[in-house]
């Protein structure tokens, strides 16, 4: 038995261990997911839990056979699409900086990897969504519009308008 399956068995038999081991083996990356689209610890650490909660709940509906990887992501990005709904707290489309659509890639980076983490959280929710499923969790944009309920056509939108985003946003940190 794999480790996936016999944690869910544990946890069907009520066993504590089980969910021990489900925190362990996955608290950091449901964590790491839900921060990458909150950007927020204390909202990340309460979407990590109730993740948890909710797999516990529906233990007996998992498939023991199955990874629960993709399960705990689809529950993680849903409950951090819907908390970033509630709020409707970034920028529409249309009052973006105009430069933060049209600037080019520079040829040498200066940034650092604290400056693409403030950009990325400068970032409309949905776009953050999308970059966050397609570079860190390696999706498709196929698995990403299922995702996040957006069609295939909007996510590619997104995620261009992210990039040129970043790229921009990342070009003044050269300058």
């Avoid at 689209?37 to 993740?51: G, I, K, P």
């Avoid at 709940?57 to 056979?65: E, G, K, V, Y």
């Avoid at 983490?117 to 999308?130: E, F, N, S, T």
Wanted: hydrophobic fraction near 45%; aromatic fraction near 8%; charged fraction near 25%.
């Amino acid at each position: 038995m794999d480790r996936d399956s016999t944690i869910i068995e544990l946890c069907r038999q009520g066993h504590a261990a089980g969910f021990t081991r489900l925190v362990a083996a996955y608290q950091e990356r449901v964590y790491r997911t839900a921060y990458a689209f909150v950007q927020n610890r204390e909202d990340a650490q309460d979407l990590t839990q109730e993740v948890f909660l909710r797999t516990v709940r529906a233990i007996d509906s998992l498939d023991a056979s199955r990874p629960l990887w993709p399960w705990l992501r689809r529950v993680t990005t849903n409950l951090a699409l819907t908390l970033l709904k509630q709020r409707r707290g970034h920028l529409p489309l249309d009052h973006l900086p105009e430069a933060a659509l049209v600037a080019e890639p520079a040829s040498e980076p200066a940034w650092t990897l604290l400056d693409l983490r403030q950009a990325l959280a400068d970032l409309p929710p949905l776009w953050r969504v999308v970059v966050t499923l397609r570079h860190q969790e390696d999706l498709s944009y196929e698995e990403i519009a299922r995702l996040t309920e957006l069609p295939v056509g909007t996510v590619k939108t997104y995620l261009f308008r992210a990039r040129r985003f970043l790229r921009a946003r990342l070009a003044v940190q050269e300058e």
